[in-house]
């Protein structure tokens, strides 16, 4: 069991998670946040906990609030070259790397770290556990979710508002009817599947 404690002292912890792996479509987008210990924000959690207000809410008070924080990305095509878990890794190295304040330490969510020259963590459902990972989970949803709001107004016949890009039956529908748009993985499965009938 991971000792928490031992972190609660350092000032410039960096808590940094993503968000996208299991979709379809999209980036895989990671964050990384610096809390301010002065500043502290109550209600952090695991962003799927939370509701979609609450999330918004959260992420407002992390953008204001926090010392520092940055996002990093993997495109489509990137994790159609590198596959899904590399190019998560790629994500979280951006985001780490885009923070304006050293991190004295990072922890990540999961089970393994990023390639980065500072001290790292991974912990396992750390998104639920530390709170700068929570924050990081929450910036990370709030902004792919909301990108898929976008990829909804251009296709709304996919219905990305409501399966953010996840291979809901709805979505296999969709995929079926109206093909494969440029922004899919076209190394997940059932895009390939699809690719390779046409």
Do not use: W
């Not at 999209?26 to 962003?47: C, F, M, T």
């Not at 509701?51 to 809410?57: A, G, H, L, Q, V």
């Not at 407002?60 to 926090?66: E, K, L, W």
């Not at 994500?91 to 990023?114: F, H, Y």
Request: hydrophobic share 40%; net charge neutral; charged share 25%.
């Amino acid at each position: 069991m991971e000792n928490l404690e031992q972190y609660k002292s350092i000032a410039k912890l960096a808590g940094c998670d993503e968000v996208g792996r299991g979709p379809l479509i999209g980036d895989v987008v990671a964050a990384a946040v610096i809390l301010d210990p002065s500043r502290p924000i109550a209600g952090l959690a695991d962003s799927k906990k939370l509701s979609e207000k609450k999330r918004e809410y959260l992420y407002q008070q992390i953008v204001d609030n926090a010392l520092c924080y940055a996002v990093g990305r993997a495109s489509p095509m990137e994790i159609d070259q590198l596959n899904i878990l590399h190019a998560s890794m790629l994500a979280m190295q951006r985001s780490i790397l885009g923070l304006t304040v050293t991190p004295q330490m990072v922890l990540v969510d999961g089970n393994r770290c990023p390639d980065i020259d500072y001290p790292c963590t991974a912990i396992i459902k750390g998104d639920a556990k530390v709170e700068a990972i929570s924050a990081a989970s929450i910036l990370a949803k709030v902004i792919r979710d909301r990108e898929m709001q976008e990829l909804h107004v251009q296709h709304p016949e996919y219905g990305f508002d409501r399966h953010k890009g996840y291979p809901t039956k709805a979505h296999m529908a969709a995929l079926e009817e109206y093909g494969v748009l440029p922004s899919h993985r076209k190394s997940f499965k059932p895009v390939k599947i699809l690719l390779a009938a046409t």
